[in-house]
């Protein structure tokens, strides 16, 4: 059973930095990818960053240069660190995973396996 787990959301004030953890356990596929996905109230839900195995990233051109997405050396956490965060970044963040997200790795709707989210919450 594959499970997914978020932790490192909070509060911070524009200009700041939060790293957040996804913690992935269960056999998922030999190669997948797991993603940052973001919605804030009234807004689509959006790619933020992807990882997926071999190491290649995908990163929303609202987050690119901010954002740093990374997997430790167990390859069982995906961190995205994010620096320089802006108002606009406020938003719930889920990560999920998946084998057949290659050709659009930054759309939710390619992914079935979620956590449960951690909210982010930047003010001005």
């Known amino acids: 059973q594959v499970q997914l787990v978020e932790s490192g959301g909070g509060s911070v004030q524009a200009g700041g930095s939060l790293r957040l953890s996804c913690a992935v356990s269960?056999?998922?596929?030999?190669?997948?990818?797991v993603g940052w996905f973001r919605q804030a109230p009234g807004k689509e839900h959006e790619g933020v960053a992807t990882f997926c195995t071999g190491g290649m990233t995908y990163y929303s051109d609202s987050v690119k240069g901010r954002f740093t997405i990374s997997q430790d050396n167990t390859e069982n956490t995906v961190y995205l660190q994010m620096n320089s965060l802006k108002p606009e970044d406020t938003a719930m963040y889920s990560c999920?995973?998946?084998?057949?997200?290659?050709?659009?790795?930054?759309?939710?709707?390619?992914?079935?396996?979620w956590g449960r989210g951690t909210q982010v919450t930047v003010s001005s």
């Open positions: 999920a995973a998946d084998s057949s997200v290659w050709f659009r790795p930054l759309d939710p709707a390619r992914y079935n396996y």
């Open positions: 269960g056999y998922i596929s030999r190669r997948y990818c």
